[in-house]
């Protein structure tokens, strides 16, 4: 099949065009700018992005499906508008210009993160009811937003499979991604000690091949959860310890105490120049993150499978090492 991508630059993205590529399609990626890893697949380049329509009908010329992965990951409450541009005004292009080109299929990126997380110790799948816009992430409503859009856009004739990732890890991470920089900073030791909460971690790789498991097989108006198992962040970080060799064991603080040490945080990102460790943002995630996320429709309907995940931190090291990133 003749497969275009958008967000073909991004971690996951670079991972579904390998994917793709290994399965026997044909990818074509919609790139902003040149970028070598990308450049260096067997993959045709149109240069553009999701708020240029024009480019987004090259793209999608010749091809018979669409996977849209671009999208802009903002940890903040208030209005953002290049997060609501990419988020919410680029899925509506992509969708309208994919009924406009006649696309066979197209699998929509959402989020785990549309749903309510609470009550975390209830198991959630893909019938939770939406994050609403009263103390939920702004990046949450635009995703939640553009998932409703492809709903939508399924109901009017487009035959649309809509994919969820949590929160994911793994190797060819080049950037590196945000939890990719945070697996660095544990393994280097810039990192003693891990707030209380924690979240559903799943590999890259099986995000993509379920993701494409969706192209292939994915229901029209269907969404599908791509999860993995729920691990805090002191159990994440003693997994890339015990990698790197060490006998020692993350710390773990309570999230209490960790709100009370914000402005602190805030003040020694400030003088030092770096990005804060965490902020509220990033605590409220931890410590809403469902427990118990259910990916069983996914496993049934698309053969969806996740590895553990001492596996993917071990090649996760070992990819960062290879690219001297550690």
């Known amino acids: 099949m003749k497969v275009c991508v958008t967000g073909a630059t991004g971690h996951i993205g670079i991972n579904v065009c390998m994917e793709l590529l290994g399965r026997g399609h044909t990818v074509t990626a919609l790139v902003p700018n040149s970028w070598k890893p990308i450049d260096d697949l067997p993959v045709a380049i149109v240069k553009g992005n999701v708020l240029d329509r024009d480019s987004l009908r090259i793209l999608m010329k010749g ?18 508008q290049t997060v609501f541009d990419v988020n919410v005004t680029g899925t509506k292009n992509v969708l309208d210009v994919s009924q ?19 009550p975390q110790d209830i198991p959630m799948d893909q019938s939770r009811a939406f994050v609403t816009n009263e103390r939920s992430v702004f990046y949450d409503q635009t995703k939640r937003d553009g998932h409703l859009m492809a709903q939508q856009a399924a109901g009017e004739g487009l035959d649309v499979s809509i994919v969820c990732p949590t929160g994911v890890l793994g190797p060819y991470d080049y950037r590196p991604s945000r939890l990719g920089k945070a697996v660095i900073d544990i393994y280097e030791g810039f990192v003693p000690t891990a707030v209380k909460g924690g979240f559903d971690f799943v590999d890259v790789r099986d995000v993509a091949s379920g993701a494409v498991s969706a192209l ?10 791509l999860g993995g198992k729920y691990y805090s962040i002191k159990e994440l970080g003693d997994m890339i310890l015990k990698v790197r060799g060490s006998e020692k064991e993350l710390g773990e603080i309570p999230l209490s105490l960790a709100y009370v040490g914000l402005p602190f945080v805030n003040f020694y990102a400030w003088i030092t120049g770096k990005q804060p460790l965490y902020n509220k943002v990033y605590l409220d995630v931890l410590k809403s993150g469902n427990k118990k996320v259910l ?12 590895r ?7 090649d ?5 090492r290879n690219h001297k990133m550690i």
């Open 216 to 225: 292939e097989k994915g229901k029209k108006g269907e969404t599908y959860i």
């Open 100 to 118: 406009e080109m006649g696309m066979k299929k197209l699998v929509h990126f959402s989020s785990i993160h549309v749903f309510e997380q609470q």
């Open 63 to 80: 091809s018979e499906a669409v996977m849209h992965l671009a999208g802009i990951i903002g940890l903040g409450y208030k209005f953002d």
């Open 295 to 306: 990916s069983s429709k996914s496993e049934k309907e698309l053969g969806y499978t996740s």
């Open 316 to 320: 996760t090291l070992n990819w960062f």
């Open 308 to 314: 553990d995940m001492g596996i993917t931190v071990r």
